[in-house]
């Protein structure tokens, strides 16, 4: 979203301010309807001349309203490992964030298991084993066009054998809209649930935040499937956009765990609310 609110300084220099365009531009900057209606309203309610910084300023503090002051770390359990499951749609970079995270646990001194249960792209299971091999990460796969459950079993008692801290599942991606692989997602719940009852512990959801709208609708139908813990938001870097992430957590209350501003492995990273408002908003 890098540069939204310095366009807006730019776009807003003379005091008389076109307030529909206003609505408009921050609408556009996918802050959603309801959220730009309320930096209007508040902002019409100053009763004095407003210009560019004004309006940062006062969307800023609603931002900041919305968004977590601290976001919930990533620890492991007492004697069992801690279950990610991540999903998203195809094209989110959603194989190479959980090769990111993966990345971040093992960094931090954690034992991770990888599980490729994306068993119907065969670039996905090459990728995640790519880097399973860099970072010495053990991964379970199946057969092409395996159960994806099968697979994420399997994982799970390599993870309890080698006393692993995490175990990250990498699902197929998959169309919010698709009925039957929504299904196939329950049943990898599932699955997992019976290993652990409390299992997966967490869900990510990976959003592009170039795709505006369409995350949150995505976030809408997946989280009507199984409970979603926290998103992952890739493609922040440069896209002009970002405030997505602000509109989903309004919505429907589900905060942005991680970010990716970009290609390399240190370009992903836990989010920090108050960095975004300022740098990257």
Not at 17 to 24: G, K, Q, R, T
Not at 70 to 77: F, Q
Request: glycine share 8%.
């Amino acid at each position: 979203m890098a540069g939204f609110f310095k366009s807006l300084i730019q776009r807003f220099t003379k005091p008389d301010i076109d307030w529909e365009e206003l609505e408009a531009v921050l609408v556009t900057g996918d802050l959603g309807p309801r959220l730009a209606m309320q930096i209007v309203d508040d902002l019409k309610q100053q009763g004095r001349k407003l210009h560019g910084a004004d309006i940062v300023q006062v969307a800023r503090e609603h931002v900041r309203k919305i968004l977590p002051e601290t976001v919930k770390p990533l620890t492991p359990l007492e004697g069992r490992p801690k279950v990610i499951l991540v999903i998203g749609v195809n094209g989110t970079g959603k194989t190479t964030s959980t090769a990111k995270l993966s990345h971040v646990l093992h960094k931090a001194g954690h034992k991770v298991v990888l599980a490729a249960a994306d068993t119907f792209r065969a670039a996905a299971v090459e990728q995640l084993e790519v880097w399973s091999q860099r970072l010495e990460i053990p991964m379970v796969k199946g057969p092409p066009n395996g159960d994806p459950a099968a697979v994420c079993f399997e994982a799970y008692d390599l993870a309890c054998r080698t006393q692993a801290d995490f175990l990250l599942c990498d699902t197929a991606g998959r169309l919010h809209t698709k009925h039957n692989l929504m299904e196939e997602l329950k049943k990898v719940h599932r699955i997992l649930g019976r290993k652990d009852e409390t299992s997966p512990h967490e869900v990510l959801l990976v959003v592009d935040a170039t795709t505006g709208t369409n995350a949150l609708q995505q976030a809408r139908e997946f989280q009507k499937a199984i409970p979603i813990s926290g998103l992952i938001v890739t493609k922040l870097d440069g896209s002009g956009k970002g405030g997505i992430l602000v509109t989903i957590q309004q919505e429907l209350a589900i905060p942005t765990r991680f970010i990716g501003l970009g290609e390399k492995v240190e370009e992903f990273q836990a989010f920090d609310s108050k960095r975004f408002v300022e740098e990257l908003l």
